[in-house]
């Protein structure tokens, strides 16, 4: 009969220490291995039996995934992040390695999604394009707090357009200056173009998957959203509920309470003290909260159904700022739900449910 075996990696640039244990718990093996695939794999070559192995989220979890995902019975990449019983008491990366074979063993390990290899094009593109896009705002806001510096109004866009540099270099008096806002003028054209560039890609490569039709139905998820959401999410049915969605994007709200039940006239019941709302859950995927608030933000401000939906809020005496999360939440829910269905958006969607 196959023997059961938990095995937990501790991961680092040069190094992996493995733990071994068994179906009760007993260190089998632990020894400190090179971080490359032969070595990797000629160990699990000398295991016998089923093999569920662990290690934590980090910059080599996708590679090492990858590359052991068909050769174990299970793995599981899990969230460092929750793994606080690996922070109390002596720390080394053979205590760790074992720590995280024990939790294994116990299940009580939090996973982290790793999706199939078919989505790894767009994903990567994604990320070029997130990234470019975030260093062209920031030469950008640079740029302006150069003029600012020196007391020079830079209000708009005018300040990075091409045709009126020269008035603006003149502004600046000193020799260092324009030459510092002349350098930051041509890593701004070489982003711009490389962006382009990378946002050209992301949508051809999009366009390969059938759900970006659907996705795209759902007023203010243009091109770009609805390929940045794909690559992020890759697949909607890691999602039992919207609930769930929600705290992946950053759009659940965390609840505290204490002391939720009593005893009266010999009867355990429920109290009815308010639930303390301690706002938006903090652990959640940045770019897919910024997606759907930046929806929300453009829908709140144009006609259209979710424009009907915002002020409906609005007259029920909703703040601004807590209608436009409310509506970021409906939007979440009603992708997900056309995601999940493969249909395209009807305003019916829109009608009285929980938000």
């Not at 890593?187 to 890609?201: F, H, I, S, V, Y």
């Not at 091109?223 to 705290?247: N, Y």
Request: net charge positive.
């Amino acid at each position: 009969m196959d023997s059961l075996k938990y095995v937990g990696l501790d991961v680092h640039q040069a190094t992996i220490s493995a733990a071994v244990l068994d179906a009760e718990g007993k260190l089998v093996m632990q020894l400190v291995l090179a971080t490359r695939a032969a070595a990797l794999l000629d160990f699990l070559h000398g295991l016998r039996g089923t093999i569920h192995l662990t290690f934590e989220e980090g910059t080599h979890s996708a590679w090492l995934y990858d590359l052991l995902v068909r050769r174990v019975t299970r793995v599981v990449v899990c969230d460092p992040r929750k793994n606080t019983l690996l922070k109390s008491g002596n720390k080394n990366d053979t205590i760790d390695a074992r720590k995280l074979a024990e939790l294994l063993r116990a299940g009580l390990l939090s996973p982290v999604y790793h999706g199939e290899k078919s989505m790894m094009t767009i994903q990567q593109l994604g990320r070029s394009y997130a990234a470019l896009t975030e260093d062209t705002t920031r030469v950008m806001a640079r740029l302006k707090a150069l003029y600012r510096g020196q007391a020079i109004a830079s209000v708009g866009k005018k300040v990075y357009g091409q045709r009126h540099r020269g008035e603006w270099l003149t502004q600046l008096g000193d020799p260092g200056l324009r030459r510092r806002a002349e350098l930051l003028y041509q890593q701004l054209d070489a982003l711009q173009t490389l962006r382009r560039e990378a946002r050209q890609e992301l949508i051809l490569e999009s366009r390969k998957h059938e759900a970006v039709k659907h996705l795209r139905t759902v007023p203010f998820l243009g091109p770009i959203r609805a390929a940045l959401l794909i690559g992020k999410v890759q697949t909607p049915h890691r999602f039992r509920t919207k609930r769930q969605f929600w705290a992946y994007c950053g759009l659940a709200l965390e609840t505290r309470s204490s002391a939720d039940y009593r005893f009266e006239d010999g009867q355990l019941v429920r109290t009815r003290k308010p639930v303390f709302i301690r706002g938006l859950n903090w652990n959640h995927n940045h770019e897919l909260k910024n997606l759907f608030k930046g929806a929300a933000i453009t829908a709140s401000g144009r006609e259209g159904p979710f424009r009907i939906f915002y002020q409906g809020l609005l007259d029920k005496g909703i703040l601004p700022a807590m209608a436009r999360l409310t509506l970021a939440r409906k939007i979440a829910a009603i992708t997900l739900t056309i995601w999940k269905k493969g249909e395209a958006f009807d305003a019916e969607h829109l009608k009285t449910q929980a938000a």
